[in-house]
């Protein structure tokens, strides 16, 4: 489905070049859920946002279902079905949730009752949100429910989370693994790639990979990955601690 090959990614920093990542090739197959972790500075979202299209890197090549999408932009890359939520969503004032869900599905007339059951799978109480503006009177919390809720509506083929579990409650928290993978096995032929150090996600995992200052360093099977990660090089968060 997706390969990146011989990616990197380089930036200019007081006339000096700065590689942020470094030649990172990667395979994700169909129906597949990897979790990328690292220690802070690794490059983990940054490689998130060359895959969505937001950034381009500075070399290397990467194919959708064999296809070279590395110069299509994000918009492109939606349309052939990449879903990114980022790790603070965005606000959009004057738009409805309503309206972005319908925007997700591309059903200008999806039914509120259809659009409450988007709602609800993350818990939020659909009366009370439908007619909601994305704006600042959200929360944090509730907007990256509402961002998961249309996320789960677009039935992406792959679709991508930065840190997902940053800022939400506990009860949200729980709930994601199940909804991780309702979208796995419920899309014919989706996977989904998670930047992510908690290790509930991690466990729940396919695949595992370790980015290490903007290098893989390891790359494999879940239960192996998490037994050689835990409590090593880097933290991983234990189950249920959650970032405020």
Same mark, same amino acid.
């Given at each position: 489905?997706?390969?990146?090959?011989?990616?990197?990614?380089?930036?200019?920093?007081?006339?000096?070049?700065?590689?942020?990542?470094?030649?990172?090739?990667?395979?994700?197959?169909?129906?597949?859920?990897?979790?990328?972790?690292?220690?802070?500075?690794?490059?983990?979202?940054?490689?998130?946002?060359?895959?969505?299209? !937001?950034?381009?890197?500075?070399?290397?090549?990467?194919?959708?279902?064999?296809?070279? !999408?590395?110069?299509?932009?994000?918009?492109?890359?939606?349309?052939?079905?990449?879903?990114?939520?980022?790790?603070?969503?965005?606000?959009?004032?004057?738009?409805?949730?309503?309206?972005?869900?319908?925007?997700?599905?591309?059903?200008?007339?999806?039914?509120?009752?259809?659009?409450?059951?988007?709602?609800?799978?993350?818990?939020?109480?659909?009366?009370?949100?439908?007619?909601?503006?994305?704006?600042?009177?959200?929360?944090?919390?509730?907007?990256?429910?509402?961002?998961?809720?249309?996320?789960?509506?677009?039935?992406?083929?792959?679709?991508?989370?930065?840190?997902?579990?940053?800022?939400?409650?506990?009860?949200?928290?729980?709930?994601?693994?199940? !909804?991780?993978?309702?979208?796995?096995?419920?899309?014919?032929?989706?996977?989904?790639?998670?930047?992510?150090?908690?290790?509930?996600?991690?466990?729940?995992?396919?695949?595992?990979?370790?980015?290490?200052?903007?290098?893989?360093?390891?790359?494999?099977?879940?239960?192996?990955?998490?037994?050689?990660?835990?409590?090593?090089?880097?933290?991983?968060?234990?189950?249920?601690?959650?970032?405020?």
């Amino acid at each position: 489905m997706l390969e990146l090959k011989n990616i990197s990614f380089s930036v200019e920093e007081d006339g000096k070049r700065i590689e942020i990542l470094k030649d990172i090739s990667l395979t994700v197959e169909d129906r597949k859920f990897i979790v990328i972790t690292g220690p802070n500075g690794s490059g983990k979202s940054t490689l998130a946002r060359i895959v969505a299209g !937001i950034e381009k890197p500075t070399a290397g090549q990467i194919l959708l279902d064999g296809e070279d !999408i590395t110069e299509k932009s994000i918009t492109e890359r939606a349309r052939m079905g990449v879903a990114f939520a980022f790790q603070q969503p965005v606000r959009f004032k004057g738009l409805e949730v309503i309206d972005l869900l319908r925007l997700a599905t591309g059903n200008k007339t999806l039914s509120a009752n259809a659009a409450c059951d988007f709602l609800s799978e993350v818990g939020l109480c659909a009366r009370d949100y439908i007619h909601r503006e994305v704006n600042s009177s959200l929360s944090g919390g509730e907007l990256k429910r509402i961002e998961i809720a249309t996320v789960m509506a677009r039935k992406a083929r792959l679709t991508l989370f930065d840190e997902p579990e940053a800022g939400i409650d506990l009860w949200s928290f729980q709930n994601l693994t199940r !909804i991780f993978k309702q979208l796995r096995d419920n899309i014919a032929d989706s996977s989904i790639l998670i930047i992510s150090h908690q290790e509930r996600i991690l466990s729940i995992a396919d695949e595992i990979v370790v980015l290490v200052n903007g290098r893989i360093e390891k790359h494999g099977a879940a239960q192996d990955i998490l037994k050689e990660i835990t409590g090593t090089q880097f933290a991983v968060a234990p189950c249920g601690r959650m970032e405020m």
